[in-house]
């Protein structure tokens, strides 16, 4: 565990092994490298619960930030899952309280995804954000992505708590071949490649190396 700050990261999980297996969630659990912006070890908290594929375990709660006087304080947690998954879906579970209740995500946050950790696509953006028991589902148009990146924008205050924090219990990624609409997603600044020789409709069309074939 490194708990020196370099750069903005405060705090980061690299497991001791390295492996890939074929699961419906693309993060293999224990696999993920870890990056986030502040880390609260204590009762059940710490990031290495983030992606360990366990929910509802009081045990394991997941992450959480440190807690902040200010909701619009910055935390953020990033996800590398150490090789570039095609991916359309990613899942954010809540961390739970106890057996029927659970904590809110932040009330504002955005969702970011990288393959090479320097050029990031924001794929989502939340306000007013009301979380949702189990998976909160956030669909992406398809394309191949290392790494997720989730910001607090506004975090969220529990009643009983004077602080605000930002925590997560689960994330994963999935690829369901879920056909989303142009319409229903914004890529800002992107540039699509086509090719009617060497191209294939199954790719990103991201790069020249991955284009289209039609439009």
């Not at 594929?53 to 709660?61: H, N, Q, V």
């Not at 990146?149 to 930002?166: A, G, V």
Request: without cysteine.
């Amino acid at each position: 565990r490194n708990e020196e700050e370099t750069g903005n990261i405060i705090a980061d999980y690299i497991p001791d092994t390295e492996f890939y297996a074929d699961t419906p969630n693309i993060i293999v659990p224990n696999s993920a490298i870890i990056n986030v912006s502040s880390n609260l070890e204590s009762d059940g908290w710490d990031i290495k619960f983030v992606a360990d594929g366990k929910t509802g375990d009081l045990e394991a709660k997941g992450w959480s930030s440190e807690g902040n006087s200010a909701i619009e304080a910055n935390e953020w947690i990033m996800v590398d899952m150490r090789r570039t998954h095609y991916t359309d879906r990613i899942g954010i579970y809540p961390a739970i309280k106890d057996e029927s209740t659970f904590y809110s995500l932040p009330l504002e946050f955005a969702i970011s995804v990288s393959r090479d950790k320097i050029n990031w696509i924001e794929v989502i953006k939340e306000k007013e954000y009301e979380t949702q028991n189990g998976e909160n589902v956030f669909r992406i148009a398809a394309q191949n992505i290392r790494y997720i990146r989730i910001e607090s924008i506004r975090l969220n205050k529990e009643n009983d708590e004077e602080k605000y924090f930002m925590r997560i219990g689960e994330i994963k990624a999935f690829y369901d071949q879920y056909i989303l609409r142009p319409k229903y997603v914004t890529v800002p600044n992107a540039t699509y490649y086509v090719s009617s020789s060497e191209g294939s409709d199954d790719n990103d069309g991201l790069s020249e190396e991955s284009p289209w074939k039609t439009l």
